[in-house]
């Protein structure tokens, strides 16, 4: 294992990207969701709302950091005594930071009203946000505990279900204090956020899965080895139509050793059989190595 590999599996590594993940977060609630009133659910959603609805009596409405703590407080004193410690463990860190980050970063407008700024540039930083937590193995509790929470009651539904219900919920009530247009970008801004975390947790870790058929399987699969340096499977197989039975190739390979692997392929048997298909995430040797935190 390289020293840079060890470091990245150390819990000094891991916290550091998520005082990192919860600063972005923090910046991208406190700059640019909050000045448009873009209430993408969450507590952090509700604490949007909550500071908007008491300026009417408390000047600046009450702080975004002590309504999320606030919120967080209770359900992570539930946890507690239904999971235990071990299940807070890291996200009970990163809530704390968010809070703290959310007190220290000062009110500043970065987008000036503009709600497709906000919602496209938001999106992205509390995408690029949300997967260095994720990553780091912790979360910003909220919605999340509480799905978790409500799942152990109600077993039948999945924790994302009652996520999407819960944050459904917070949208719906954004969408009566600040009007429809905020909170139709707000949806696009989740959409975002979604799409990027996903890219950020799995997006890079694609490769190619190649499935091989050819009577030159021998000299198919010694190129694969010497030229890409990748290993291969031969599996036995038997073509239905004619009962003859072949050996057929499978290797994974990276997306961009694909285009090699196909023209190679192709160059020497123009019959050959080639079968791609996408790979959520390889561990192992020459891919991605397994981090058991």
Sequence with gaps: ????????????????????????????????????????????????LMKNMTGIFLEGGIPLWFANLALNVPVFLIALKVKGKRFIGRTAIATALLSAWLYIIPELDFVSGDYILAALFGGVLAGVAMGTILWANATTGGTEMVAILIQCKLK????????????????????????LRPSMYAIVSIFITSRVTDTILEGMKFSKAAYIITDRYEEASRMIMETLDRGVTGLEARGMYSGARKCMLYCVVSRKEIVQLKEMIHQLDQNAFVIVGDVREV???????????
């Excluded at 550091?16 to 952090?44: Q, R, Y």
């Excluded at 039948?156 to 009007?179: E, K, N, R």
């Excluded at 561990?283 to 935190?293: A, D, K, P, S, V």
């Design 1 to 48: 294992m390289s020293r840079l590999s060890e470091y990245r599996r150390s819990p000094v590594f891991l916290y550091l990207m998520i005082v990192a993940g919860t600063g972005l977060l923090a910046f991208a609630i406190k700059c640019i969701f909050d000045p448009v009133g873009l209430v993408t659910g969450g507590f952090t959603g509700i604490s949007i």
């Design 156 to 179: 039948h539904y999945s924790v994302a279900q009652i996520m999407q219900v819960l944050d459904g919920m917070v949208v719906l009530t954004g969408l009566y204090v600040f009007g």
């Design 283 to 293: 561990l192992g040797e020459g891919f991605i190595e397994y981090r058991g935190h």
